[in-house]
């Protein structure tokens, strides 16, 4: 049986991860600065985050959710002293997709109706519910099209508020600093109007914090920001450090009811052992303050690359914008410098997400690295 080919794959098999490298059988080092789509949080292989996976598959790797399972609460309480938010319920899933779905779905239930706003460029997730509110009409089928979605320009507020008025829209998704997209974020009166908006027209609103929460922004959120609550926030990616988890954070003033979600996977032992050690590591070591240093790092040495037009994004979720397209750079970057590095919508645009635990001296291998690269490329 063949695999369903899907995915354009680079001839790279790594076998063994440390830290912020990645290596090949035959020992070839990377330094992986995407962190497959900012999943790893805490690095490859962290010793604290192995040990409590493997204590756990010792001990009960999975039950059903209808039984009690104190690894959720433990889960629940360290994501609340960790964000700093206060009365939100935790509804545990197994990716960032699912994470969505779940909040588009709350929110129609919550408030009876179905229509959902979204932005240009966002990337909410492939699943049916959400690849309707992301801004990619090549993944979508035509099962997926006649969801009731309503696209606007990213800060476009008298749009926001006309569709608003029409008391359709149960949810507004936006991603604070959007990822696939090109690291844009709006400005913070943008997303404080956005809010007050949305309860004035009694709709829910939605962050999608899937790429951008636990800490990688230097806030453990990226939403704090701009001093905004959301009623519903997402998260997914550097939750489980490359273990599957995901999660939907929902206001108290949403009801739960018997059957109004559900999962089979998500919030199994295994999975809330991941979470837990992810959060231990990220207050023990200080990452989110780490994401917050490195970024200043980071522009100071970008600033010594004039080729590097724009700095985008915040903490260790980075952009570098060239005034020309990046996919030859990247190439390079990987095959000749052995340097993982990610590309999004803006094809300008080369995407930096590595693990919450880089040091400066990988910032200057991969900074060293780019400066060769750049110049074999405008030979």
């Known amino acids: 049986m063949n695999l369903f080919d899907v995915y354009p794959l680079y ?5 063994k991860g440390t830290g912020v490298y990645v290596y090949e059988e035959n020992g070839t080092e990377y330094l992986d600065l995407y962190g497959g789509h900012a999943v790893i949080s805490i690095g490859h292989s962290h010793p604290a985050y192995t040990k ?3 204590e756990q598959v010792g001990k009960l790797g999975f039950y ?9 609460d433990e889960l629940a309480e360290k994501l609340e002293k960790a964000s700093g938010i206060k009365d939100y319920s935790l509804f545990l899933c197994n990716s960032g997709a699912e994470a969505n779905e779940n909040a588009l779905k709350l929110a129609s239930f919550h408030t009876g109706k179905s229509r959902i706003i979204y932005f240009e460029n966002a990337f909410h997730g492939r699943t049916s519910g959400v690849v309707a509110v992301t801004d990619n009409e090549t993944i979508k089928a035509p099962f997926n099209t006649h969801n ?4 606007l320009a990213f800060e ?6 006309e569709a608003l008025a029409k008391k359709e829209v149960a949810a507004v998704i936006f991603e604070v600093i959007q990822g696939v997209g090109g690291l844009d974020e709006a400005t913070t009166e943008f997303y404080r109007s956005t809010s007050e908006l949305c309860k004035k027209y009694k709709t829910v609103l939605i962050a999608d914090e899937v790429q951008s929460g636990y800490g990688r922004t230097g806030d453990f959120f990226a939403f704090m920001k701009h001093g905004i609550r959301p009623d519903i926030i997402s998260i997914a990616k550097g939750m489980g450090n490359g273990f599957p988890i995901g999660g939907v954070l929902i206001d108290h003033s949403i009801q739960a009811k018997y059957g109004l979600l559900g999962t089979t996977f998500g919030g199994n032992h295994l999975a809330c052992a991941a979470g837990i050690a992810v959060l231990d590591v990220i207050e023990k070591e200080n990452l989110q303050q780490n994401a917050k240093d490195l970024f200043e790092y980071v522009k100071l040495k970008s600033a010594e690359i004039p080729q590097i037009k724009r700095l985008k994004g915040r903490g260790l979720m980075i952009g570098l914008e060239f005034d020309f397209e990046i996919a030859a750079l990247r ?10 590095t990610g590309a999004s919508s803006n094809k300008k645009l080369l995407r930096i997400l590595p693990p919450l635990n880089i040091e400066k001296e990988h910032f200057d291998r991969f900074f060293e690295a780019l400066k060769i690269a750049l110049a074999n490329q405008s030979k």
């Open 64 to 72: 059903s959710n209808s039984i009690h399972n104190p690894l959720q």
């Open 331 to 340: 190439k390079e970057l990987l095959f000749n410098h052995r340097v993982f």
């Open 11 to 15: 001839d790279i098999t790594p076998v």
């Open 148 to 151: 009731p979605v309503t696209k």
């Open 52 to 54: 409590a996976i493997c």
């Open 156 to 161: 476009d507020l008298k749009g926001l508020e």
